[in-house]
C-alpha cells in the first residue's frame, strides 16, 4: 500500500544499546523528517532531508545519526541510547514544490515509534 | 530564537459550541503557517495559510492569518465530539526547512 510507514511501532531497549528506527515511504517524496513528541514539549524536529544523500540538523540533534541512500527510506540511529531519548518518534514526509525544490510544509505523518529506553 | 505559541492548551467545551484556538510566532523569514490536527496518532494536515486576511475553510472548521500581529486563529463552529484532538500549529521559514511546531492546544468535546 502506498503511504509512509514506521517500524518497529514499539521498542523497549536499555541505555546504551544502539536502537534503529526505519521509514519508508512510497510516495517518491523528496523531503523527509523525523520528529520527536513529547509531553510539555510538541513535536520537535532532529533531523531532515531534502533529498537523498542530503541531510540536516534540526533542533535536537544531539545523539542521532541519520542517512538516505535511497528516497524511500529514511532511518534514524540512536547509537547509544539514553532514559532521555524515551518517546514517540514521528517520521514524515513532504513533496516539496515542483521539482521538489521547496518543502510546502504539508507533511505526511507515518503512525508513529513508541520508543522506552530503561 | 523561533517559536510558535498556541493559547489555550488546553478547552473543554459542550457538543455544537464554537471554539477558537489561538496561535502566534516570532519566525525569522516566515514563509507560511500550517494547522493539524492530532487525534490518537499522527497528525494530518488541515491548512495552509500564506496570505494576512484570506480565510480557508473546510466544513465547520476555518482559517485566517495575520502577518502584521504575527498570528492565526483557527475556528471550529457547531463542534462535535469527533473534533476532540489536538490542534497543532506550525510555521514554516522561507527557506523550506524548518516546520516549528506549536505545542498544541487539547480540544475535548463533550455530548
Known amino acids: 500500500d502506498a503511504g509512509i510507514t514506521q517500524s518497529p511501532r514499539y521498542k523497549i531497549t536499555e541505555t546504551g544499546r544502539q536502537v534503529t528506527l526505519m521509514c519508508h515511504q512510497t510516495?517518491?517524496?523528496?523531503?523527509m523528517f523525523w520528529y520527536r513528541q513529547d509531553l510539555g514539549h510538541g513535536l520537535r524536529l532532529i533531523y531532515y532531508?531534502?533529498?537523498?544523500?542530503?541531510?540536516d540538523k534540526g533542533e535536537v540533534p544531539d545523539g542521532y545519526v541519520v542517512s538516505r541512500s535511497k528516497t524511500e527510506n529514511f532511518p534514524l540511529t540512536l547509537e547509544s541510547a539514553t532514559r532521555s531519548q524515551t518517546s514517540v518518534y514521528f517520521c514524515?514526509?513532504?513533496?516539496?514544490?515542483?521539482?521538489?525544490?521547496?518543502?510546502?510544509?504539508?507533511?505526511?505523518f507515518g503512525e508513529g515509534s513508541r520508543l522506552t529506553v530503561l | 530564537e523561533d517559536k510558535v505559541v498556541q493559547s489555550p492548551l488546553s478547552l473543554v467545551v459542550h457538543e455544537g459550541d464554537t471554539v477558537t484556538l489561538n496561535c502566534s510566532y516570532e519566525?525569522?523569514?516566515?514563509?507560511?503557517l500550517l494547522w493539524y490536527k492530532q487525534e490518537k496518532k499522527a497528525p494530518t494536515f488541515l491548512f495552509m495559510l500564506?496570505?494576512?486576511?484570506i480565510e480557508k475553510k473546510s466544513g465547520r472548521l476555518s482559517s485566517i492569518l495575520d502577518k502584521k500581529e504575527l498570528f492565526s486563529i483557527l475556528n471550529i463552529t457547531a463542534t462535535q465530539t469527533g473534533d476532540s484532538a489536538v490542534y497543532l500549529c506550525?510555521?514554516?521559514?522561507?527557506?523550506?526547512?524548518?516546520?516549528?511546531f506549536g505545542k498544541g492546544t487539547t480540544l475535548s468535546v463533550s455530548s
Open positions: 532531508s531534502a533529498a537523498a544523500d542530503i541531510t
Open positions: 510516495w517518491s517524496h523528496s523531503y
Open positions: 500564506t496570505s494576512s486576511g
Open positions: 519566525v525569522t523569514n516566515f514563509r507560511s
Open positions: 506550525a510555521v514554516l521559514n522561507q527557506a523550506g526547512t524548518a516546520l516549528i
Open positions: 514524515a514526509s513532504s513533496p516539496g514544490t515542483s521539482g521538489g525544490v521547496r518543502n510546502t510544509g504539508e507533511l505526511f
